[in-house]
């Protein structure tokens, strides 16, 4: 299973003279550890300020935090503010990550998700969906080579699933995403990428499979296309090279808690629940 908690629920909670009574029991609550799974969580971010108004001998204490389980993801975002001298009002606002859940066959994952949860369990690769494995294929291309990349794989590709644009050069190629990595990639998906690749006039191909290893006729026939000068490189990507490449490959999950930060942007006096009376 994989889990995302890219969206959030928002709660408010306050009490004190100006404001009625909501979520009182949540003002002094914090989470100490993962609710999904019980892991200690991480503190991302803390910030704390005292705020007073000389004119009126009031003062607001603030603070922020932000805390992460480093197993599964889930979060934490909360702000508190206290009035410590005036009236006596508190105010909290927590935001709290939604578990979102995937099945590893699911076509609708997101792939900077998946990506992620590969990375971590790269034995679950020969699991996911077919057009997954060509986007993951294709975005861990982007990064590696530092070009562009574009999974066009169709019933009628004629062995090609992804075109590379590098240095204006297209490489073509093919991904066999296989349900045991026990496999040796045999000889024949091997020519027929090399009959693609002529056929879209390239000299440049990848073959990507998620099994272990290919036959030696598959290394042999890659290595006499080069040396006939049928194609100018041939790569031959098993399970382990293609993990390797996956390991290099920074992930952009959005950290959505950063956008959600506000103590440290705010200017003297201003206040993000509470107000002076």
């Known amino acids: 299973m994989i889990y995302d908690y890219s969206q959030y629920l928002s709660f408010d909670a306050h009490y004190g003279q100006g404001f009625v009574t909501k979520n009182r029991d949540l003002i002094d609550v914090f989470n100490t550890n993962c609710p999904f799974c019980g892991d200690k969580l991480k503190q991302y971010f803390y910030f ?138 045999s000889v024949a998906y091997v020519r027929e990428l090399l009959g693609a690749t002529l056929l879209h006039q390239s000299k440049n191909c990848i073959f990507v499979t998620t099994a272990d290893k290919f036959s030696k006729d598959a290394k042999k026939t890659a290595s006499l296309a080069i040396d006939l000068g049928l194609v100018q490189s041939y790569e031959l990507v098993d399970y382990s090279r293609f993990i390797d490449m996956l390991q290099t490959k920074p992930i952009n999950i959005e950290r959505v808690w950063e956008n959600l930060k506000t103590l440290d942007r705010l200017k003297v006096g201003e206040h993000y629940g509470l107000a002076y009376v």
């Open 48 to 185: 704390q300020r005292y705020d007073s108004n000389i004119f009126s001998n009031e003062c607001v204490n603030q603070w922020e935090s932000i805390f992460y389980c480093e197993q599964d993801g889930w979060w934490q975002h909360k702000i508190n503010e206290q009035q410590d001298r005036g009236p006596k009002a508190w105010y909290a606002v927590i935001h709290e990550g939604i578990l979102a859940k995937y099945d590893e066959t699911a076509n609708s994952v997101p792939i900077e998700i998946l990506s992620d949860y590969i990375k971590k369990n790269p034995e679950n690769i020969t699991h996911i969906h077919d057009k997954k494995m060509e986007e993951l294929v294709a975005s861990v291309f982007r990064s590696f080579y530092n070009c562009d990349a574009k999974v066009i794989g169709k019933s009628s590709d004629g062995g090609v699933d992804i075109i590379l644009i590098y240095n204006d050069n297209p490489i073509m190629v093919q991904v066999k995403r296989r349900k045991s990595r026990v496999k040796t990639e």
